[in-house]
């Protein structure tokens, strides 16, 4: 299924560039200063519930873009939400303004959870991820589901 979405975000957002969760993983694992910045285009609500590690939340529908003034240009940033659609916006809106090495992370928090990918919680380990709504949180291994 995620396959499908990949395709549908191509169409909708052909520029926008998209990082695997083992090319990430790989990424934030290596011990260099190229760690990217990672962003959650989530709700506050859902990010409350889980995120990526070192994630920092940045609402998509704020399209506040202005909370990275400090980040040059050319810095490597990856973007995620539940599936890929509202971070491939997010990744779009960063591209216009300026933002270089910005990518979507594909299958976003639910693929990253569904392949066993920690996610916390005020940086404590967790287990559960916010499924957005009934239909795309199909797409979420019911087992990590928070309700």
Same mark, same amino acid.
């Not at 990424?27 to 859902?46: C, G």
């Not at 973007?79 to 933002?99: D, N, P, T, W």
């Not at 270089?100 to 594909?106: E, G, P, T």
């Given at each position: 299924m995620f396959y499908l979405l990949e395709l549908l &975000? %191509? &169409?909708y957002f052909p520029n926008v560039k998209s990082v695997k969760i083992s090319q #990430?993983? !790989?990424? #934030?694992n290596e011990q260099s200063t190229s760690i990217p910045i990672v962003l959650d285009a989530r709700s506050q609500e859902e990010y409350a519930v889980s995120h #990526? %590690?070192?994630a920092q939340l940045i609402e998509v529908n704020n399209s506040d873009i202005a909370v990275l003034p400090e980040v040059p240009l050319n810095t490597s940033i990856v973007v995620y939400c539940s599936i890929g659609y509202r971070s491939a916006k997010l990744v779009q809106q960063l !591209?216009?303004?300026g933002? !270089? =090495?910005? /990518? =979507? &992370?594909s299958g976003?928090? /639910?693929?990253w959870t569904n392949q066993g990918e920690a996610i916390f919680k005020d940086k404590h380990r967790v287990e559960f991820v916010h499924p957005y709504n009934f239909l795309w949180g199909k797409l979420l291994n019911s087992k990590? *589901? *928070?309700y």
């Amino acid at each position: 299924m995620f396959y499908l979405l990949e395709l549908l &975000l %191509k &169409l909708y957002f052909p520029n926008v560039k998209s990082v695997k969760i083992s090319q #990430l993983r !790989q990424w #934030l694992n290596e011990q260099s200063t190229s760690i990217p910045i990672v962003l959650d285009a989530r709700s506050q609500e859902e990010y409350a519930v889980s995120h #990526l %590690k070192s994630a920092q939340l940045i609402e998509v529908n704020n399209s506040d873009i202005a909370v990275l003034p400090e980040v040059p240009l050319n810095t490597s940033i990856v973007v995620y939400c539940s599936i890929g659609y509202r971070s491939a916006k997010l990744v779009q809106q960063l !591209q216009q303004a300026g933002y !270089q =090495n910005v /990518f =979507n &992370l594909s299958g976003g928090i /639910f693929e990253w959870t569904n392949q066993g990918e920690a996610i916390f919680k005020d940086k404590h380990r967790v287990e559960f991820v916010h499924p957005y709504n009934f239909l795309w949180g199909k797409l979420l291994n019911s087992k990590y *589901h *928070h309700y």
